[in-house]
């Protein structure tokens, strides 16, 4: 017979903080935004756990590091109220996401690749078209120029921005390395040595991380999926004495 952890021996919420290094503050605002299941309370009022809620808190902390706190608070919640589907289809679209910052960065890798010193010309881009091009607003290039991530001239007649073959370059890398989670004040000085140095070479620290990073949250998705999977098992498991 499977061991029921729902009638198992009882924890205080101190007993439960300490395991993870938490706060017994912590462990209440947990179970109160429904990450743990509802405490029961003794005759005076005080909380007891279970190592059911324990299962549940190593859940919780396994997952957030690769779903995030948000999602990883959602996938619990939802575990909690019996909606397992919900909670699998939170967890598909977090390893959607993963699939698609992998793209993200071997788009970017790709362009790197095919970047070449791009000769003075006149260019005959101007914003409107190259923010359909990309998908984003007019405004944002402008803000992109501003962050010095993007160096348009202007035409001496019109005043319009012009944006020439190396402006375009410059720019569909911008957007590659904001789709992949980049701020624009890290952007700047790498755009700023490719652009003076007609290399890639500069960017290459820059995707190693990036690479790191996403590595580590495949683990951590792994690992996480482990722990919500024993999580299943205990909330499965039958109360002792029950007839099967």
């Not at 952007?187 to 003076?196: D, G, N, T």
Request: aromatic share 4%; net charge positive.
């Amino acid at each position: 017979m499977r061991k029921n952890l729902q009638a198992g021996g009882r924890l205080r919420p101190v007993d439960l903080a300490r395991r993870h290094g938490l706060s017994t503050q912590a462990i209440r605002n947990y179970e109160a935004a429904g990450v743990l299941p509802e405490a029961e309370r003794t005759s005076h009022g005080y909380r007891t756990y279970t190592p059911l809620h324990a299962s549940a808190l190593n859940a919780f902390l396994a997952l957030v590091p690769g779903h995030g706190y948000a999602t990883a608070t959602s996938i619990m919640r939802a575990v909690n109220r019996d909606a397992t589907a919900e909670a699998l289809r939170l967890i598909d679209e977090s390893h959607a996401q993963l699939l698609d910052d992998r793209r993200t960065l071997q788009a970017v890798e790709a362009a790197l690749r095919d970047l070449e010193p791009v000769p003075a010309e006149r260019g005959d881009t101007f914003v409107g078209p190259l923010s359909r091009r990309l998908g984003i607003r007019p405004a944002t290039l402008r803000k992109w120029e501003r962050a010095g991530v993007v160096q348009p001239r202007r035409d001496p007649r019109t005043g319009y921005r012009v944006y020439s073959a190396a402006d375009i370059r410059d720019t569909l890398l911008v957007h590659q390395l904001r789709r992949g989670g980049h701020l624009l004040e890290q952007i700047a000085p790498l755009i700023a040595q490719v652009r003076s140095a007609g290399g890639v070479a500069p960017l290459e620290s820059t995707l190693r991380d990036w690479r790191a990073r996403l590595a580590a949250r495949s683990r951590a998705m792994l690992s996480g999926a482990a722990a919500l999977d024993a999580y299943l098992d205990c909330r499965a498991a039958p109360v002792d004495g029950a007839a099967g």
